[in-house]
């Protein structure tokens, strides 16, 4: 990665954790000691800005200027591309993905597979960028899911004491079957391979509650806020274990993000029109770039891969 290429994945990551907090005291003074660095500093936060729609806002420098120090860029033709305001980032940050770790008793990296052994003989399966920790003990069998996907074969406890998950404010507790769960954004996904789990939003104002036999799925935004589920091929459950992901009426802005654990860095989805859309298809995890503008070209997005860590989903 060139110096210039590394200021500006700088500049957005600043920019990520302005969008994400805009009235951050934190935030606002660590961009404004960023940009005091170094003439390169300001160049790569005016192109940043650029392509997250935030020209104007508190930049002190004209845009020639910006030019004239920076010189050409290959990133700044995406200028032209109109990306607007509503971009999100997809993938890990690192001051989160810190804490995540710390807290994780497992951790995966990019397009990263695990098998474990849990302490009561049930299997999982972790999927890239994914981290859990666990609870185990006479009368618990408790897995927390704190990032990315994972599938889990459970087998009966000696005491009846069924296996639970925790995604988000996603509660899926299961005696013995198997099935995948997966955080994706606000959207939690469910998919039963074997037998029966009970899925639940305690916190919501309906305690929603639903037993799903083999063959369901569930798409949970905003814990019970937005709920989308239907039948499939027990064959297509955790498909992603087997190089495919594979998407039935779930939103573009969810299967983006599943397909980015297979690739290095951000993602980012500068797209607001299609975040929400729905689609469905098999998608080759092998070329996940590929995968990525099998997804949101038909609605008009295109992938661009700006450095080998960092991918921008912009209007065609």
């Not at 004491?161 to 997966?182: K, M, R, W, Y």
């Not at 998608?283 to 949101?296: G, I, M, N």
């Given at each position: 990665?060139?110096?210039?290429?590394?200021?500006?994945?700088?500049?957005?990551?600043?920019?990520?954790?302005?969008?994400?907090?805009?009235?951050?005291?934190?935030?606002?003074?660590?961009?404004s000691q960023w940009?005091?660095?170094?003439?390169?500093?300001?160049?790569?936060?005016?192109?940043?800005?650029?392509?997250?729609?935030?020209?104007?806002?508190?930049?002190?420098?004209?845009?020639?200027?910006?030019?004239?120090?920076?010189?050409?860029s290959r990133r700044s033709v995406l200028i032209g591309f109109g990306v607007g305001a509503a971009a999100f980032a997809v993938g890990r940050e690192a001051l989160p993905w810190a804490i995540i770790q710390a807290r994780a008793d497992y951790v995966t990296g990019t397009a990263e597979i695990a098998h474990h052994t849990l302490p009561d003989g049930s299997r999982m399966t972790l999927g890239p960028d994914s981290a859990v920790a666990l609870s185990f003990s006479p009368t618990q069998r408790r897995v927390d899911l704190l990032a990315g996907m994972s599938y889990f074969d459970v087998v009966a406890g000696n005491d009846a004491?069924?296996?639970?998950?925790?995604?988000?404010?996603?509660?899926?507790?299961?005696?013995?079957?198997?099935?995948?769960?997966?955080i994706d954004g606000p959207t939690v996904s469910l998919g039963v391979d074997r037998g029966v789990i009970h899925v639940g939003v305690p916190q919501s104002p309906t305690r929603f509650a639903e037993m799903l036999p083999a063959g369901r799925w569930m798409a949970l935004t905003n814990g019970a806020d937005a709920i989308a589920q239907g039948v499939r091929d027990t064959s297509e459950i955790a498909a992603w274990r087997d190089g495919r992901i594979v998407a039935d009426q779930e939103t573009v802005a969810a299967v983006v993000i599943r397909i980015a654990r297979w690739l290095p860095g951000r993602v980012v989805l500068a797209d607001p029109a299609i975040s929400n859309r729905r689609v469905n298809g098999v998608?080759?995890?092998?070329?996940?770039?590929?995968?990525?503008?099998?997804?949101?070209h038909p609605f008009g997005g295109k992938v661009r891969q700006i450095s080998p860590f960092l991918t921008v989903i912009t209007p065609i």
């Open positions: 990665m060139t110096e210039q290429d590394r200021l500006f994945e700088e500049a957005t990551d600043l920019i990520i954790r302005l969008r994400n907090d805009p009235t951050s005291p934190v935030a606002l003074e660590m961009i940009r005091a660095r170094s003439l390169d500093h300001e160049a790569a936060w005016f192109e940043a800005s650029e392509i997250f729609g935030l020209a104007g806002n508190a930049l002190k420098r004209s845009r020639a200027d910006a030019k004239r120090r920076s010189g050409p004491t069924p296996l639970h998950i925790e995604a988000q404010n996603v509660a899926a507790t299961c005696g013995d079957g198997s099935f995948d769960i997966s998608f080759d995890l092998s070329q996940p770039l590929a995968a990525l503008e099998a997804v949101v």
